[in-house]
């Protein structure tokens, strides 16, 4: 089955810099690939999503990059702000099966 | 509320009884999912239904759980003889169909296990 592997687990960063998350998969056969933020106490929340045959989406200050031959996808977020401080999970999965979630990144943003 | 609910929000139990946790998917929903979360890690999957046929079953899943869909709606979660190790936050989540993969959670049941 899939496996997710995320880094770094936590990352500090001051306000205004750049963010970035990496991500990991086992299954080639995977195609689809979300993030979520989960702030404290609450329900993870879809962020922005890609699918295998695109190789970067962007939607503001969030974009996700998608290298399908080394098995990788990472997250970057720009001009952070204290608001972005939360736990971001990355997760993969194909047609007809469930979504398998890394471990988790907690994002700590300074102002 | 057109959000994917959960009940009950926490339940406290002691070792070796037995619960029930519900959830109510987003109304136009196909598929829904079951996962549990413990502190400091992502969503680990349970299961999942597609309408009310149960799909898939993680191979970590203990026969102690057990989840229907009977009516292709809400969906119940069961689990027999807790144990400390149980303790943890269930999510259930639902998303469109096999052609919109888009997950939206719930806020989940928060077991702990006496």
């Known amino acids: 089955g899939e496996n997710v592997e995320q880094h770094p687990s936590t990352l500090s960063v001051q306000e205004g810099d750049s963010a970035v998350i990496k991500c990991t998969y086992s299954d080639s056969a995977s195609n689809y690939f979300p993030w979520y933020k989960q702030e404290l106490g609450k329900r993870p929340q879809l962020i922005i999503d890609?699918?295998?045959?695109?190789g970067e989406k962007k939607d503001q200050r969030i974009a996700v990059t998608l290298n399908k031959t080394a098995k990788h996808f990472s997250l970057h977020i720009t001009e952070t702000q204290p608001e972005d401080s939360a736990v971001y999970f990355c997760?993969?999965?194909?047609?007809?099966?469930?979504?398998?979630f890394g471990k988790g990144t907690t994002l700590s943003v300074s102002s | 509320d057109t959000g994917v609910s959960q009940n009950p929000r926490h339940k406290i139990t002691k070792r070796g009884q037995n619960v029930t946790f519900r959830c109510d998917p987003i109304?136009?929903?196909?598929?829904l999912y079951w996962y549990r979360q413990t502190l400091g890690q992502g969503p680990e999957f349970l299961t999942y239904?597609?309408?009310?046929?149960?799909?898939?079953k993680s191979r970590l899943l203990s026969d102690r759980f057990s989840a229907e869909r009977p009516k292709g709606s809400f969906s119940t979660l069961e689990i027999q003889r807790t144990e400390q190790g149980d303790s943890a936050m269930y999510l259930c989540?639902?998303?469109?169909?096999?052609?919109?993969?888009?997950?939206?959670f719930g806020s989940g049941t928060q077991l702990s296990v006496l």
């Open positions: 239904f597609q309408n009310e046929a149960q799909l898939e």
């Open positions: 109304s136009e929903h196909n598929r």
């Open positions: 989540a639902s998303s469109e169909d096999v052609t919109n993969e888009k997950l939206f």
């Open positions: 890609i699918r295998s045959n695109v």
């Open positions: 997760a993969a999965k194909q047609a007809g099966t469930a979504l398998i």
